[in-house]
């Protein structure tokens, strides 16, 4: 029973007199207006209290979780249960764990062409603690998609275990496709990986569909399956997907142990819940309760606390890690919406309740050994004019981010909108030295917050160069990406304080990235951790 924002337990009342009292809350009525507490007091009351006595609500305590509850007193070892090493390591030995920090050591990936690549930072501690079996677990905020993919390929691809499952759970199909990608692109050695999220031919890498060790039979009964499905409705289809998945585990059990399951939650909980047949065993029934040594659950943000809790104890093979990745915890629709149905998500909670680092993945990019130089915005604009004053000697390293402080910056309204002309005009420029450097606008990606600056901007520079809102860049990239902010020292940044939508921004560049802006925009709640000097060179 998931946690709900007026499941209220214990209150605390201020009475006139300036005395508290605290009561346990029996019932709660809510109207329009209006909310009643019945309550009975937790202790004597004083005697001054009368009838129809003004109080005031100081604070009120919701009640825990029904599964919540039963998971910690498993824990304290209050509640017998069989072997649970599991939830002993998520909440801590009587909660006397503290999780000791792993080595920093930047960890080395081959891909599939032959190339030798060190991770950077983020990913690198991403992937030590990955490995450490000291680490119960693990909470990874990353600040886009390709950021988020990277991590969990490098996780996938540098674990080896014997007999150690990894399962890799989303509840969106759409996610595993781009992580597939992602591992595919990396030399996996020898490993196993099945995505049973996909069910049709040719749809990604590691599908059913696409094994080489399958026979044609069985490859042709999965096929026909699929596609008596897509014609099938109502109890047809039903008794195809049994028969589906039942296809499923037999081509899995062909394909002997893997390495790596991919799959969405729902199917995830459809082989866990599933009642046992001791005369038909189940192959992915069997390797999800004995197999599984890590779990990464991708998007759980979008997961709810209930299915957490569920997962745990479904999952109870000792030492396994749970792994939760979001590429966004600050998305306030997201928030919103867990709080609508009634809940945290799995995230929340494995930051609330868990004891496990959190790791902040920024980074998109590999540093591949032997492979073309980096682009040097610093080459690019040197000696380019007065809108360039820098000292190039304070620069140790090639320069690809640049924070550039526009001159004669003024928003002014338009509308519902705003526009800064000054912001254009240094924007043209930029476009004038990239072109004279030899990027196109086959190269380049422009980016505004504004709708207004974006048709501004599309006005003024040439008519083959494109620019887009940002929330339009999610699905892009590009080797440079520019990004017009629009606001001035004396704007409030409003547009600029969903985190979410500066990661997006700042995330789609392969080779550079051009921020314009104003000096105060580091005050922004979505900047104020990425504009320091030493993620980007000022430029004024």
């Known amino acids: 029973?998931?946690?709900?924002?007026?499941?209220?337990?214990?209150?605390?009342?201020?009475?006139?007199?300036?005395?508290?009292?605290?009561?346990?809350?029996?019932?709660?009525?809510?109207?329009?207006?209006?909310?009643?507490l019945f309550c009975r007091p937790d202790q004597e009351l004083p005697r001054g209290l009368r009838k129809n006595s003004k109080m005031e609500c100081v604070s009120v305590k919701y009640r825990t979780p029904m599964?919540?509850?039963?998971?910690?007193?498993?824990?304290?070892?209050?509640?017998?249960i069989v072997d649970r090493e599991l939830i002993n390591r998520i909440y801590g030995q009587e909660g006397t764990y503290v999780h000791q920090k792993v080595n920093d050591n930047l960890v080395r990936i081959h891909s599939k062409d032959g190339r030798t690549g060190l991770l950077a930072p983020d990913h690198s501690a991403t992937v030590n603690n990955y490995l450490d079996e000291g680490?119960?677990?693990?909470?990874?905020?990353?600040?886009?998609?390709?950021?988020?993919?990277?991590?969990?390929?490098?996780m996938c691809g540098s674990y080896c275990a014997p007999r150690g499952l990894q399962l890799v759970l989303s509840p969106d199909p759409d996610s595993l496709r781009d992580i597939s990608l992602a591992i595919h692109s990396l030399d996996t050695g020898n490993k196993r990986i099945i995505n049973i999220a996909e069910l049709e031919p040719g749809a990604s890498h590691f599908s059913l569909f696409d094994s080489t060790t399958l026979d044609k039979k069985q490859l042709k009964h999965l096929t026909r399956l699929s596609s008596r499905l897509t014609r099938a409705s109502g109890r047809s289809a039903r008794k195809l997907h049994r028969l589906q998945r039942r296809a499923h585990a037999a081509a899995i059990a062909a394909l002997g142990d893997q390495d790596v399951l991919m799959m969405t939650t729902e199917q995830a909980f459809y082989w866990l819940l599933r009642p046992k047949d001791p005369l038909r065993p189940c192959h992915i029934q069997e390797l999800l309760e004995q197999k599984v040594a890590r779990v990464i659950i991708n998007d759980s943000q979008e997961v709810s606390e209930a299915e957490l809790n569920c997962l745990v104890l479904l999952l109870s093979c000792p030492g396994t890690k749970i792994v939760s990745v979001s590429d966004n915890e600050n998305y306030a629709e997201l928030h919103e919406h867990n709080q609508a149905r009634g809940g945290?998500?799995?995230?929340?909670?494995?930051?609330?309740?868990?004891?496990?680092?959190?790791?902040?993945i920024r980074s998109t990019e590999v540093c591949w050994e032997e492979e073309e130089p980096a682009l040097d915005l610093g080459a690019v604009f040197d000696n380019a004019g007065e809108r360039a004053e820098w000292e190039r000697e304070e620069w140790t390293e090639e320069c690809n981010r640049i924070f550039v402080s526009v001159r004669d910056s003024k928003a002014i309204p338009s509308g519902k909108s705003i526009i800064n002309d000054g912001e254009v005009s240094a924007l043209v420029w930029i476009v004038n030295r990239l072109r004279a450097a030899g990027y196109d606008q086959?190269?380049?990606?422009?980016?505004?917050?504004?709708?207004?600056?974006?048709?501004?901007?599309?006005?003024?520079?040439?008519?083959?160069?494109?620019?887009?809102?940002?929330?339009?860049?999610?699905d892009s990239s590009s080797k440079i990406v520019r990004v017009m902010t629009t606001a001035d020292s004396s704007s409030n940044f409003e547009e600029m304080d969903c985190e979410k939508r500066c990661n997006i921004a700042l995330s789609a560049h392969t080779d550079a990235l051009i921020v314009l802006g104003c000096d105060d925009q580091g005050t922004a709640s979505g900047w104020s951790n990425l504009l320091g000097r030493g993620y980007f060179n000022q430029v004024k």
């Open 1 to 36: 029973m998931p946690h709900h924002p007026g499941f209220i337990g214990q209150a605390r009342f201020l009475t006139e007199s300036g005395a508290l009292i605290d009561v346990i809350v029996e019932s709660v009525v809510k109207s329009d207006r209006a909310m009643q």
């Open 67 to 80: 599964v919540t509850a039963v998971l910690e007193s498993f824990a304290k070892k209050s509640r017998p």
């Open 135 to 154: 680490c119960p677990g693990l909470v990874l905020e990353c600040s886009s998609l390709t950021s988020k993919a990277l991590a969990i390929a490098s």
């Open 344 to 360: 945290c998500s799995a995230l929340e909670l494995t930051k609330l309740k868990q004891n496990l680092p959190v790791l902040k």
């Open 442 to 474: 086959h190269q380049v990606l422009i980016a505004a917050f504004y709708e207004a600056q974006m048709e501004l901007a599309t006005t003024r520079l040439p008519v083959e160069y494109e620019v887009i809102m940002v929330e339009e860049v999610e």
